[in-house]
């Protein structure tokens, strides 16, 4: 597999996370996709409360031939769906770890 491969896999489950909707209609989440197909996040922002919101969510790298998830913030993590579209174990790295932890997850170690 290749990372033309993970590129679609990647989009295809961001995208379906970009479509959920908030229960707060004042936020919503926005996808934003690197122009050389290597990175990804998924942000939210709006206003809650009289507040700016503006966070990330999830952060997506290809680095190499692996995929790297820099930052999680999905209640059951993107991990597993990563998975069970496809990408191998040891080609996606939990790069929130730190390195001395990663060999202890099952997934690659960078």
């Known amino acids: ?61 290809i680095i190499g031939d692996k995929v790297w998830i820099h930052q999680d913030g999905l209640e059951d993590g993107i991990a597993d769906e990563l998975l069970n579209a496809g990408i191998p174990q040891d080609k996606i790295v939990l790069g929130f770890h730190h390195p001395d932890l990663r060999p202890y997850t099952g997934f690659a170690i960078g």
């Open 1 to 61: 597999m290749d990372s033309l491969d993970y590129h679609r896999i990647i989009t295809e489950i961001l995208q379906e996370y970009a479509q959920i909707p908030y229960a707060h209609r004042s936020l919503e989440r926005r996808l934003i996709i690197g122009e050389d197909h290597k990175s990804y996040a998924l942000f939210t922002v709006g206003q809650l409360n009289n507040k700016q919101v503006h966070g990330c969510v999830l952060h997506l790298e």
